[in-house]
């Protein structure tokens, strides 16, 4: 294969935009480039647009069109939530998260505790599953918010949302789940999930970045996060990416789609790369129980090597890794993630996460399988650590 073709294995950082979505996006940047809250034609067919996606991803999700806010993206729909619970019940200043949240949350935990609030971190096992005898004990009187994400983004590894919905509604605390890793990979229906609030973000289902998702049980309870104008019935303002948006909601038309072929597709191909590095690269191993975890992720680790040296020579043959949350790239911290499964700071920094997606191929898989056993070899063999 030539190296100069990119062989991307980071959908979990962000996804290729489906040409499907281009296409209905076009139009809304060269033709129907109104602001949606004019009141005249160019407006209202800018309008218009919004509104239609908003049906497209309530029927993605299960949900009325009159709960979904628009956002900017999975970060800001997080922060919205937990504002929201918050602001919504001032009596209550605490909150429980997992120890391995996207630092989306873990931030906006940190900045609330800055502000008196107190949160407490449920920890996972070792296989990165979360302990809900842990969780139901660290609910609290005064909790205002259980914050549990669906799916982690750097293992994969599926959290029991409908049994932490039920849990909370019986405890009678509002609970949100940070969804941005599910859709196109595993079906949702809000309903089953029992959730007050859920995020989505558009660029990790193959819709542009820019425009996030918020899903609210109890609209009338939600208390804006962004204040300013009078867009999305007053509850975010600041004018709609309104390209982003059509771009999502056609997205959100094709997911069930991209379900299937995930869970088929997608998936023999992660088994097959996971299964053959695993067997052919001595020292390796895998991190995050094997189910139920997305279809599409698989976490790895290499004795005896930094993954941001393998990262780094995989760029150098096409083949695009991470090690680590795309936030966290660049930072020698080892992942907050593999640590809370009990990782040790020197093997967590030998972990590399392969995420595909609906356009990997098989082509590009052999490639891998065939380049990384040199890369580690390489690496080990220039490495002053024993690994064996
Ligand atoms: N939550 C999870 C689980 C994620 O994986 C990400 C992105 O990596 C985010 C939130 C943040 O989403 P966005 O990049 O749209 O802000």
């Known amino acids: 294969?030539?190296?100069?073709?990119?062989?991307?294995?980071?959908?979990?950082?962000?996804?290729?935009?489906?040409?499907?979505?281009?296409?209905?996006?076009?139009?809304?940047?060269?033709?129907?480039?109104?602001?949606?809250?004019?009141?005249?034609?160019?407006?209202?067919?800018?309008?218009r647009?919004?509104?239609?996606?908003?049906?497209?991803?309530?029927?993605?999700?299960?949900?009325?069109?009159?709960?979904?806010?628009f956002t900017s993206c999975g970060t800001e729909s997080n922060n919205a939530a937990i504002h929201s619970a918050l602001r919504d019940q001032p009596e209550k200043r605490h909150l429980v998260m997992s120890a391995v949240e996207h630092p989306a949350n873990l931030s906006a935990a940190a900045y609330w505790g800055r502000l008196g609030y107190e949160t407490t971190f449920v920890p996972v096992d070792g296989d990165g599953r979360l302990d809900l005898d842990r969780l139901s004990q660290a609910i609290r009187p005064d909790t205002a918010l259980v914050s549990i994400m669906w799916a982690n983004n750097e293992t994969g590894v599926i959290f029991p949302v409908a049994e932490i919905g039920a849990l909370?509604?019986?405890?009678?605390?509002?609970?949100?789940?940070?969804?941005?890793?599910v859709p196109g990979k595993v079906e949702i229906d809000v309903g089953a999930v029992g959730a007050d609030f859920l995020s989505f973000s558009g660029h990790k289902l193959y819709a542009p970045k820019g425009v996030g998702l918020l899903y609210l049980r109890h609209p009338s309870r939600f208390q804006p996060y962004l204040l300013g104008g009078n867009q999305e019935r007053g509850r975010r303002a600041g004018t709609e990416n309104v390209a982003g948006v059509v771009g999502f909601g056609r997205a959100a038309e094709l997911a069930s789609r991209w379900v299937d072929e995930t869970?088929?597709?997608?998936?023999?191909?992660?088994?097959?790369?996971?299964?053959?590095?695993?067997?052919?690269?001595?020292?390796?191993?895998?991190?995050?129980?094997?189910?139920?975890?997305?279809?599409?992720?698989?976490?790895?680790?290499?004795a005896g090597v930094e993954a941001e040296a393998v990262l780094l020579a995989l760029d150098r043959v096409g083949i695009f890794v991470s090690s680590g949350s795309a936030c966290s790239t660049g930072s020698l911290e080892p992942s907050h993630v593999l640590t809370a499964m009990g990782l040790a700071p020197d093997r967590a920094k030998g972990c590399l996460r392969f995420s595909l997606g609906i356009y990997t191929t098989e082509g590009e898989v052999e490639y891998v399988l065939e380049q990384l056993p040199e890369v580690i070899g390489r690496l080990r063999a220039m490495s002053p650590r024993e690994w064996r």
């Open 263 to 302: 869970n088929r597709r997608v998936r023999a191909m992660r088994d097959r790369l996971e299964n053959g590095i695993l067997a052919t690269i001595p020292g390796t191993f895998r991190n995050g129980g094997l189910e139920p975890r997305l279809p599409n992720t698989a976490n790895l680790g290499f």
């Open 168 to 181: 909370c509604r019986d405890r009678g605390v509002l609970f949100h789940t940070d969804a941005v890793q």
């Open 1 to 47: 294969m030539n190296p100069a073709v990119c062989c991307y294995f980071d959908n979990n950082a962000t996804t290729r935009v489906a040409p499907e979505a281009v296409e209905v996006m076009l139009p809304f940047l060269a033709e129907h480039w109104g602001n949606p809250s004019s009141a005249y034609r160019l407006g209202r067919t800018a309008a």
């Open 49 to 69: 647009g919004i509104e239609l996606a908003r049906e497209k991803l309530a029927a993605l999700i299960q949900a009325e069109p009159e709960q979904l806010v």
